[in-house]
């Protein structure tokens, strides 16, 4: 239960880092097919090795928010991360994470409209995000 609650907490927190503070709604919700099946490809390129797949999602992840988020947010969006973090040495880092997170919940959702199969491809990559360290 316990655990339920932090992740519940952590996804909070990742819509929060994404929409409220990126401001990358928009960006999201316009190119949110690509992202989705770019995580499906790193899933099933790197089934076995979750150190592989995030070497190979964490990279376009980034970019989307050095691309994409308004420098004045992205600012503001870091120090948030260190306030809410308590002094994280690592905003980028985190920002990241909760971009990615927030990305997984959006297949997660959308595999519910779909086949078993695909519910149980997002379940999995959702606990390889569950793996990462959020700190």
Same mark, same amino acid.
């Given at each position: 239960? @316990?655990?339920?609650?932090?992740?519940?907490?952590?996804?909070?927190?990742?819509?929060?880092?994404?929409?409220? @503070?990126?401001?990358?709604?928009?960006?999201?919700?316009?190119?949110?097919?690509?992202?989705?099946?770019?995580? &499906?490809?790193?899933? +099933?390129? +790197?089934?076995?090795?979750?150190?592989? +797949? +995030?070497?190979?999602?964490?990279?376009?992840?980034?970019?989307?928010?050095?691309?994409?988020?308004?420098?004045?947010?992205?600012?503001?969006?870091?120090?948030? &991360?260190?306030?809410?973090?308590?002094?994280?040495?690592?905003?980028?880092?985190?920002?990241? &994470?909760?971009?990615?997170?927030?990305?997984?919940?959006?297949?997660?959702?959308?595999?519910?409209?779909?086949?078993?199969?695909?519910?149980?491809?997002?379940?999995?990559?959702?606990?390889?995000?569950?793996?990462?360290?959020?700190?």
């Amino acid at each position: 239960m @316990k655990n339920d609650l932090l992740l519940d907490r952590v996804n909070q927190l990742a819509e929060v880092a994404v929409l409220a @503070k990126l401001g990358l709604g928009k960006v999201v919700e316009e190119y949110e097919g690509i992202f989705l099946r770019a995580l &499906v490809r790193g899933h +099933f390129s +790197f089934r076995d090795d979750n150190e592989a +797949f +995030f070497t190979e999602v964490v990279p376009w992840i980034i970019s989307v928010i050095q691309i994409h988020a308004d420098q004045q947010k992205y600012l503001l969006a870091k120090e948030w &991360v260190r306030v809410e973090f308590r002094e994280s040495k690592k905003p980028t880092a985190l920002l990241t &994470v909760m971009l990615a997170i927030f990305l997984v919940q959006k297949g997660c959702e959308e595999a519910k409209k779909k086949p078993e199969a695909e519910q149980a491809i997002w379940q999995a990559i959702k606990e390889r995000m569950e793996t990462l360290p959020i700190e």
